[in-house]
């Protein structure tokens, strides 16, 4: 079927292929959609404006929790935006409830990407940014030779100046409310100090040298790097027939 009023249209109506009464019943029709159109023109559809009410993820619920103020600079720098600004905000958020003096806290990067919404290659590319930014320091955490986690900074280019010096602390609680954080705390230390002598107590039928690496060990991410590159190219230089023992350097490959 050929649209109406085109010169295609008439150049059938001529050649006898569509009759008057057929043009008169295209011309009805091609009326009521014009005034249709123009009626309805810049107005939103029952289903978009459906689809506009609709969540596209689950709705959380509300909590008491929130994030600490960030400097300026980071709004104003156009180059943290999506995933490097969520982790952000979500570090801020994660490190004032955890640590609050020391502004350091321990994460993974499972953690992050469950938090924010993104994978963990968004929320890896988004740390690499924030500590080139120097908004945060990135340590790795080992426990028996295995890396188990993230030690996370958070530096002061992050925060406001009047927050430079420290964050705000609690609010004081009523009286039976310290109470109660002083009996549940001595319970903690009392339950620690159970874990750690047994811990001990076990370590000590093992030998020295799993002994040595039984402890959470804290290293920056570059020292890391540097450890397992040392490690990757000792492997190849091994493997090289020409190296001598004489301490020259291996030839490198063309």
């Not at 350091?104 to 990067?109: L, M, N």
């Not at 690499?128 to 280019?157: A, D, H, M, P, Y």
């Not at 109470?179 to 159970?194: M, S, Y």
Request: charged share 30%.
């Amino acid at each position: 079927m050929r649209d109406f009023n085109t010169p295609e249209y008439w150049a059938a109506v001529k050649a006898g292929k569509i009759s008057w009464e057929q043009v008169e019943a295209d011309e009805a029709d091609y009326e009521a959609r014009r005034s249709r159109a123009l009626a309805t023109s810049g107005r939103y559809s029952a289903r978009s404006m459906i689809a506009d009410e609709l969540a596209r993820w689950p709705i959380p619920e509300a909590t008491e929790a929130y994030c600490p103020e960030l400097s300026a600079w980071v709004t104003e720098n156009r180059n943290i935006y999506g995933a490097t600004e969520k982790v952000l905000k979500k570090l801020a958020e994660y490190i004032y409830q955890r640590d609050r003096e020391r502004r350091e806290a321990d994460v993974t990067k499972s953690y992050l990407a469950n938090a924010t919404g993104f994978c963990e290659r968004a929320v890896q590319y988004a740390l690499r940014q924030l500590e080139r930014f120097g908004l945060i320091e990135t340590s790795v955490v080992r426990e028996n030779g295995w890396v188990v986690g993230l030690r996370i900074k958070l530096l002061n280019k992050a925060l406001p100046r009047h927050h430079h010096a420290r964050w705000p602390q609690h609010v004081r609680p009523p009286v039976f409310v310290s109470l109660f954080r002083f009996h549940v705390q001595e319970i903690d230390r009392n339950i620690e100090k159970k874990l750690v002598a047994e811990s001990r107590r076990t370590l000590g039928e093992q030998p020295e040298s799993y002994k040595q690496h039984s402890i959470y060990n804290i290293e920056p991410v570059r020292v890391w790097a540097q450890r397992c590159m040392n490690g990757a190219w000792k492997a190849y230089r091994d493997s090289l027939p020409l190296f001598d023992a004489q301490g020259l350097s291996p030839p490198l490959p063309s």
